[in-house]
T-cell receptor, first 113, second 115 residues
Framework: AQSVSQHNHHVILSEAASLELGCNYS??????LFWYVQYPGQHLQLLLK??????LVKGIKGFEAEFIKSKFSFNLRKPSVQWSDTAEYFC???????????FGGGTRVLVKP | NAGVTQTPKFQVLKTGQSMTLQCAQD?????MYWYRQDPGMGLRLIYY???????DKGEVPNGYNVSRLNKREFSLRLESAAPSQTSVYFC??????????????FGQGTRLTVV
């Protein structure tokens, strides 16, 4: 079965530190890739997406992600985090062969002021 | 613009009771989804509907049924609730059939507790 892995379950950072969250997915052909964020008590919101083209994708709130096809990875980065980035982050993938959006297990990020 | 609306927001059920979670979207999206969110397990797909008139099982369909009533509405039914179904349930929709080349929009979630 196709799967999505997020290797860090919890990350604790101080403000202004850099953030990188890993995401790997299983082989299954062409993919669409997403990062969603869930702030405490809220629903999921899209941070950024990759469908095709430039593998370096910029999203909202200063986030970016890089698609590395050879590594089946789509890692999320932010150069300098803020306290307001405290949230849970989910990587998600849709494969061409499937009809559904599959999520990773999520990474809880705590930014200390 | 309401987006994806789920009802109810909170529910407590006794083991064996039944209930239906309602979801409606006003974006004319083709695909709709039901996920459950459990700590450390991310979002797991229960059922999805790639287009009006079709439904398919996701990763964890046991104990649930769904109905794609029309293009707007996609309900999730628990026929006989079990404590293992205590979770937060999210409905989502996307424009593309099966979510391809489109992002998903999520409802606010339903927090269900089965005692």
């Amino acid at each position: 079965a196709q799967s999505v892995s997020q290797h860090n379950h919890h990350v604790i950072l101080s403000e202004a530190a850099s953030l990188e969250l890993g995401c790997n997915y299983s082989y299954g052909g062409t993919v669409n890739l997403f990062w969603y964020v869930q702030y405490p008590g809220q629903h999921l919101q899209l941070l950024l997406k990759y469908f095709s083209g430039d593998p370096l994708v910029k999203g909202i709130k200063g986030f970016e992600a890089e698609f590395i096809k050879s590594k089946f990875s789509f890692n999320l980065r932010k150069p300098s985090v803020q306290w307001s980035d405290t949230a849970e982050y989910f990587c998600a993938v849709t494969w061409t062969a499937g009809n559904k959006l599959t999520f990773g297990g999520g990474t809880r990020v705590l930014v200390k002021p | 613009n309401a987006g994806v609306t789920q009802t109810p927001k909170f529910q407590v059920l006794k083991t064996g009771q039944s209930m239906t979670l309602q979801c409606a979207q006003d974006m004319n999206h083709n695909s709709m989804y039901w996920y459950r969110q459990d700590p450390g397990m991310g979002l797991r797909l229960i059922y999805y509907s790639a287009s009006e008139g079709t439904t398919d099982k996701g990763e964890v369909p046991n104990g649930y049924n769904v109905s794609r009533l029309n293009k707007r509405e996609f309900s999730l039914r628990l026929e006989s609730a079990a404590p293992s179904q205590t979770s937060v349930y999210f409905c989502a929709s996307s424009e593309g059939r099966g979510g391809w080349n489109t992002e998903a929009f999520f409802g606010q979630g339903t927090r269900l507790t089965v005692v």
